[in-house]
């Protein structure tokens, strides 16, 4: 029910944006929290950040912030993170999730997942 994309390879100091698109009749992100997690080889899933969907309240890692832009369109029913700046340590399989609560920084608490798009950054 979520679809990731936007993934691919740039240069540090480049930009990629992402998109979470929703699929479905019935799921739809008005009145949920959509986020965004990441994992890198080796590392455990972490938190990027997330957006209230009614109010657009945004929420992010400290390790984002500054570069990363969390928003929503509510017409086309899809989130975006905007990453600019970036690093090779951004390197990392991005997910898009969903919950009816939140804002959740833990990945388990999140109900719905899309499938993940790579995203390379190199040096």
């Known amino acids: 029910q979520l679809q990731a994309s936007g993934g691919g390879l740039v240069q540090a100091g480049g930009s990629l944006r992402l998109s979470c698109a929703a699929s479905?009749?019935?799921?739809?992100?008005?009145?949920?929290?959509m986020g965004w997690f990441r994992q890198a080889p080796g590392k455990d899933r972490e938190f990027v950040a997330a957006?209230?969907?009614?109010?657009?309240?945004?929420y992010y890692a400290d390790s984002v912030k500054g570069r990363f832009t969390v928003s929503r369109d509510n017409v086309m029913n899809t989130g975006y993170l905007q990453m600019n700046s970036l690093k090779p340590e951004d390197t990392a399989v991005y997910y898009c999730?969903?919950?009816?609560?939140?804002?959740?920084?833990?990945?388990?608490?999140?109900?719905?997942w899309g499938q993940g798009t790579l995203v390379t950054v190199s040096s």
């Open positions: 479905g009749r019935t799921f739809r992100f008005t009145t949920y929290f």
């Open positions: 957006i209230k969907w009614s109010d657009s309240t945004t």
């Open positions: 999730v969903a919950d009816p609560q939140g804002p959740y920084t833990r990945s388990w608490e999140y109900r719905y």
